[in-house]
């Protein structure tokens, strides 16, 4: 089967930093995706992990452990505009992805 | 997200009438997926396409839904005789072989 489990909801404050995190059991595993979804509006690519480790880009950082099957998006100096919905996803063959339920995200002044 | 072009953006049908989704992927992209996200839903797989062949349909629906990618022009989701429950967003995403998808900004049907 496939599992993808994330939490639903986290508030955070202008300026902190908020972690996301994801765990994941699937039938196979060929990276892991992390997308920023506005309401309404079509999901975003933010990041991809395939191989254990930390992969920063800017503010976004997104870190995996296959072992574990986990994964976080790490969001630093928080911004009004991050509100949204951030989804973790795993590519599974063939070459599809399945995505959890997504987390949302308010951030407040 | 560009690229990837979906229409129309928006779609409303009647119950029992049939609702034609359109997607045009990136240029020199082969291969297309459909999602459907429901209301406060994550992102469910439908459908994977490449031209003129149907890769994993494992997500879609064994009623009603079709869905087809033709030599010339763009891919096709199709639903037959739509319900209630059909209403949702529905996401196409166009990539290499290998990529994650490049999402277009979806088609919202409500069913009335």
């Known amino acids: 089967g496939q599992n993808i489990d994330q939490p639903t909801e986290m508030t955070a404050t202008e300026g902190a930093i908020v972690q996301i995190n994801c765990t994941y059991q699937t039938s196979g595993f060929n990276g892991l995706f992390w997308y920023q979804q506005h309401a309404g509006e079509a999901p975003t690519f933010l990041s991809y992990?395939?191989?254990?480790g930390l992969e920063e880009k800017g503010r976004f950082s997104s870190f995996l452990s296959r072992s574990k099957g986990y994964s976080y998006l790490l969001l630093k100096e928080l911004q009004m505009k991050d509100s949204a919905s951030y989804l973790c996803?795993?590519?599974?063959?063939?070459?599809?992805?399945?995505f959890g339920t997504g987390t949302r995200l308010q951030v407040f002044p | 997200n560009a690229g990837v072009m979906q229409n129309p953006r928006h779609l409303v049908r009647r119950r029992g009438q049939e609702a034609r989704l359109r997607c045009s992927p990136m240029k020199g992209h082969s291969h297309v997926y459909w999602y459907r996200q429901l209301p406060e839903e994550g992102l469910k797989f439908m459908v994977y396409?490449?031209?003129?062949?149907?890769?994993?349909e494992s997500g879609m629906p064994k009623e009603r839904f079709s869905a087809e990618f033709p030599k010339e022009g763009p891919s096709i989701l199709r639903i037959q005789q739509v319900v209630r429950g059909d209403s949702a967003a529905y996401f196409c995403?166009?990539?290499?072989?290998?990529?994650?998808?490049?999402f277009g900004s979806g088609t919202r049907l409500t069913v009335v």
């Open positions: 992990n395939v191989l254990d």
């Open positions: 996803a795993v590519r599974v063959p063939a070459d599809k992805l399945i």
């Open positions: 396409l490449q031209k003129e062949n149907i890769i994993d």
């Open positions: 995403a166009s990539s290499p072989p290998g990529q994650g998808g490049t």
